[in-house]
């Protein structure tokens, strides 16, 4: 089974900047998920899908984020203009339903540098 | 949302001695609490989970126990290894994550 796919893997943008992640969940996976892991930190919820509608996105700064999941596939995620704060690995990860309690698969991450 | 607090952030054994890390929620509704483990420059990867119908899991060395009166879990981890060594993650089940305890196994 192939798993979460993520792209790019690194970016390196300055501030001001615009800058998107693509996510490609694994097939029939119902929901997926954006986190955000500044270094040295836990990974914090961004927003969650369930197929093409958004169940939680408390904690995107919508001022500057945007995400979309058309056709309940593939996502991204978009930061514009980005500040130096959003330097971190922007994981994306899917579960197979929605409820919380099915296991995560996580891609491999985007390392995004704001100089 | 869930709030979940996890300790210690750091924690240091010798080879073959005992780990625990312990984590609290605040939302009662939460039923599945998963553990992951993450290697320098990796994903997190998901090595233990429990759901709320049961008190106690073990795989191996490996297992995780649930207070859900007292909301609290935690990750045992019995004859570590410096394999061992990685930062491990607590969750609950809105799927936000604990801050993480670095765990050190010494040779």
């Known amino acids: 089974e192939a798993g979460v796919a993520q792209s790019p893997r690194y970016k390196i943008i300055e501030k001001r900047q615009s800058v998107a992640f693509w996510c490609n969940p694994i097939s029939g996976h119902a929901t997926l998920y954006w986190y955000q892991q500044i270094l040295g930190q836990g990974p914090k919820l961004l927003i969650q899908f369930q197929n093409n509608g958004v169940v939680d996105d408390s904690q995107l700064p919508k001022d500057r984020f945007s995400a979309e999941r058309l056709k309940g596939v593939d996502s991204t995620l978009k930061i514009q203009p980005a500040k130096l704060e959003d330097s971190a690995v922007y994981l994306c990860?899917?579960?197979?339903?929605?409820?919380?309690?099915?296991?995560?698969?996580f891609g491999p991450g985007t390392r995004l540098t704001v100089l | 949302g869930e709030n979940v607090e996890q300790h210690p952030s750091t924690l240091s054994v010798q080879e073959g001695d005992s780990a625990v890390i312990k984590c609290t929620y605040s939302?009662?509704?939460?039923?599945?609490f998963p553990w992951y483990k993450q290697e320098l420059g990796k994903r997190p990867q998901l090595i233990i989970d429990?759901?709320?119908?049961?008190g106690e899991k073990k795989d191996q060395r490996i297992a995780v126990t649930l207070n859900k009166t007292a909301k609290h879990f935690s990750l045992h981890i019995t004859e570590t290894q410096p394999e061992d060594s990685a930062v491990y993650f607590c969750a609950a089940s809105d799927m936000r994550f604990g801050a993480g305890t670095r765990l050190t196994v010494k040779p």
């Open positions: 939302d009662s509704a939460s039923n599945y």
């Open positions: 429990i759901r709320s119908n049961v």
């Open positions: 990860a899917s579960s197979l339903t929605y409820g919380g309690t099915d296991t995560q698969y």
